[in-house]
């Protein structure tokens, strides 16, 4: 159990159970990765632990890059819109894979995956830790899912709230 501000988080997924569900995605992206090179594209900041450790257990060759998704409001009328920073490779012809620590809304990585498929990948998958599916509000294809949870806030392994929190082995939920 922690305790940050004034929220109480208590134990929600072992750090056990995620390492092995993590070796699990691994295994299945290197067999349906076998003849590809993909480019692993990570959604910091949630998404680095996952990143960090599902990476080490993908053998096929592969290029591991990192992305901010800053939110921005260009008129009253669109609200919010997202820019992406910080990806310096041609993604033209490649076959991406896009890592996200959560899927809530969908918001988030629905307009990420717009503007990454705008730019003529050769494929695009899209692999999360968490899913909540009872708060998803667009169509998404998450093709490597670690975990489906509950419509509730988590933290930990790389998920924050308000910046703290991220730095746990396991994940913890909102008591
Ligand atoms: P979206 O609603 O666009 O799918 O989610 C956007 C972002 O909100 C996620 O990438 C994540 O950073 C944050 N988020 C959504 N649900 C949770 C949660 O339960 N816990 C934490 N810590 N962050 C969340
Ligand atoms: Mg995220
Ligand atoms: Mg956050």
Redesign the pocket.
């Known amino acids: 159990m922690i305790t940050i501000k004034d929220k109480t988080f208590v134990p929600f997924i072992s750090a056990e159970a995620i390492q092995t569900r993590i070796q699990e995605l691994a295994e299945q992206i290197n067999q349906e990765y076998a003849d590809k090179q993909p480019l692993i594209v990570v ?1 910091l900041n ?1 998404a680095f632990l996952f990143a960090a450790d599902l990476s080490k257990h993908l053998t096929i060759p592969c290029e591991i890059t990192f992305i901010r998704v800053a939110s921005y409001t260009a008129t009253e009328s669109s609200g919010q819109l997202k820019q992406i920073l910080g990806l310096n490779e041609s993604i033209e012809g490649r076959d991406l894979i896009v890592v ?10 629905y307009e990420v995956c717009d503007q990454l498929q705008a730019k003529g990948p050769s494929s695009l998958t899209i692999a999360t830790l968490l899913f ?1 599916p009872a ?1 998803l509000k667009k169509q998404l294809d998450l093709h490597y899912v670690g975990f489906e949870i509950e419509n ?4 930990g392994y790389g ?3 308000d910046g703290l929190g991220r730095n746990t082995p396991d994940i913890l939920v909102l008591q």
């Open positions: 959604v949630g996200e620590d959560i899927v809530d809304t969908g918001l988030t990585l909540k708060a509730r806030f988590v933290l998920l924050d709230y």
